[in-house]
């Protein structure tokens, strides 16, 4: 996100709450450094990514578009992903090397296993962020 970008604040008010929302928008778009407070209708969603909070009062959605550029976001994962698919790679060489299981200390050994095994858990994280983001 860039310095002084603001993005819009979407809320759905709880029954009763609409009115003294209105009156505090102004507020709500000085706390949250909002480019404008938009009033959803009852049983209207908000579509497309979001950050939401729920409150006593409301419920609250920032759409991530205005966050973030969602394709540059989607880049910089895809990058991420492809070093660890490196990385991981290298490392089940290594492990797979009878050489080097053999005259590697254990404490290595464990130490390159252990480092897979992360590698392959932060793959298949970024690999769920990565199609929630283009979903």
Do not use: C
């Amino acid at each position: 996100m860039q310095p002084g970008h603001k993005a819009r604040l979407l809320l759905k008010p709880q029954i009763g709450w609409e009115d003294a929302l209105k009156e505090a928008s102004a507020h709500f778009m000085r706390l949250a450094s909002a480019s404008s407070v938009e009033f959803l209708k009852e049983g209207q969603t908000p579509e497309g990514k979001l950050v939401s909070a729920v409150t006593g009062g409301a419920e609250l959605f920032i759409p991530l578009g205005d966050l973030v550029d969602l394709d540059k976001e989607a880049q910089r994962l895809q990058k991420e992903y492809d070093n660890l698919t490196g990385e991981i790679a290298r490392a089940q060489g290594r492990l797979n090397n009878p050489g080097f299981l053999s005259k590697a200390p254990e404490a290595l050994v464990l130490q390159d296993k252990q480092k897979l095994e992360d590698n392959i858990a932060m793959q298949q994280t970024l690999k769920q962020r990565l199609s929630d983001l283009r979903n």
